[in-house]
């Protein structure tokens, strides 16, 4: 506040006395002008005619009016005797000593009621021509001004420090208050928000920061989610990896069962592994920081499938499943390759752990009524209407189920494609197979918008 003040009387005060000035000129300039036009005229007249004539001009300038009242006009000699004058020169203005330098000059002179302006002109060869007016209007006006003028900029800068101090004191003051509510807000109470302010600086500083705490909020919850998912699953692969540990060091005796207790513990480790894969990338994905960060990528669904394909055509073969696969080419979305790749590679995983190795599995790609569609199609046993609405929550396996898997891989799916702005049907008739629809939109927004 300090420091606007004092820019603020620098440029009131600045900005006065230009004013000041100006006014000053306006009123100065045309008098002496008229003035020393008058001085000039008798200057002539006395180095190129007669005394008489002299005088005879001296008396009829003094008789005009212009340019103001009480006119007073003296021309001197070299040697400083009256040559001729009209009206009598008062003590003030008659005692007073021509200038040394031969030029024009100007003065103001008496004060109270019977102030006058002067002119010297220097008359060629010597002597002066001097012409003095009375100018109480003038100097009633420019003293009126200057009251004017020092009064309303007093009044200004008064005005613009009271206001510095009322929006800074405002200002301050709201601030403060945001900052005691900010105290108050910890890790357990993130849902609480920061009410509008009348400032609008401050305002917006409080939206700013309730949007934050939205975010604060949402990051704090997909922690918590994340921290309980973690610790719920990851619970039973560990118990059940110790304790078949336990079992195999303290009870096995042959090879052939320290063997199948090392194959058990091999195949809780790996269910392990993809729980603890399934469950960072689910978060990851979530929070906005899996795959590609701009998720720019045009990904050619052709090639996606292709890829997918070829590298799950070993297992199915090792299992002796019918696998194929088809994809029309030029179908391309925006998004993230390793991201939607993880999505189909799920899809069919999903398909090959869920069904009996001689139930048909394929993948197709394509477009349908404006949208890129991928379907994953298995001839297995199907899922009841009952558990159709429950395969994308966290950690929900189909009935029957006895494949060591997350529970994640529907989740992680549907993530995904909310993410591209898609979304994922399942169509199954129980005895006859399941359809997964997984739709996009074509080159529409990009991945995270």
Sequence with gaps: MLVFTGIAAVVVVAAAVGMLILIEQAVWGPLDAAIEEEAETLARIRNIAPVEDLQRAVANVGSEAAPGPGKLIRVTAAGGETLAEAGRMPPEIAGLVPPLEATTHYATV??????????????????????????????????????????????????LAMLAWAMTSRATSELARVAAELETIEAGSLDRRLVPRRTTEVDRLATVLNRLLGRLEAAMGHLRRFTAD???????????????????????????AYREGLLDALEQTERLGRLTEDLLTLSAVEAGTAGVPSGDETVQLDDLVR?????????????????????????????????LKRLVLNLVDNAFRHTPP?????????????????????????IVAADRTLVFERFRRGRGVTTAGSGLGLALCQEIAARHGGQIALDSVPGRGTTVTVILPIMGPGFGA
């Design 110 to 159: 008496g004060g109270g009621r019977d102030p006058y302006r002067v002119v010297w002109y220097a008359v060629e060869g010597g002597g002066w021509s001097e012409v003095a007016v009375r100018i109480g209007a003038q100097v009633g006006l420019l003293r009126r001004a200057r009251f004017a003028i020092i009064g309303g900029a007093t009044g200004l800068l008064a005005t």
């Design 230 to 256: 973690a610790a719920h699953e990851l619970r039973t692969p560990v118990t059940a990896l110790r304790a078949r540990l336990e079992v195999t060091i303290g009870r096995a005796h042959s090879p052939e």
């Design 358 to 382: 001689t139930a048909e599995v394929s993948v197709t790609a394509g477009t349908r009524d404006g949208s890129a569609t991928v379907e994953v199609t298995d001839r297995g046993p199907g």
């Design 307 to 339: 890829e997918v394909a070829e590298s799950l055509e070993p297992v199915a073969q090792e299992q002796g499943r019918p696998f194929t696969w088809n994809a029309s080419t030029g179908v391309g979305v925006r998004g993230s390759s390793s991201l």
